[in-house]
């Protein structure tokens, strides 16, 4: 839900500069705000998707170097001590 809520942003942050240069060519009467709006909101979009992409990947990189989730104990002992660490009941 929260990748998906980071991409709906972005793509927002896509459209809203060519959605405000098509009214400002409307109000002005010109024809080329609209293409400066598209190319602006194409370059903020981008370094947007790479920014989620980028964090997307920190956050798997330390889940991965955390070692709890992924260890795998070969000996009982420790597979009840690392119990005992995750549960201090």
Known sequence: MEVLSRILGTM???VVP???CWYLDK???TGF???IGVALGMAIGSVGLFLIVRMAGIQVGRE???GRKFRK???PEEQVKEQDVESPN
Do not use: P, T
């Open 18 to 20: 060519a959605i405000g």
């Open 73 to 75: 104990l070969e000996d």
């Open 27 to 29: 109000y002005f009467r």
């Open 12 to 14: 927002a942050l896509m």
């Open 64 to 66: 991965l170097n955390d």
């Open 33 to 35: 705000l609209i293409w």
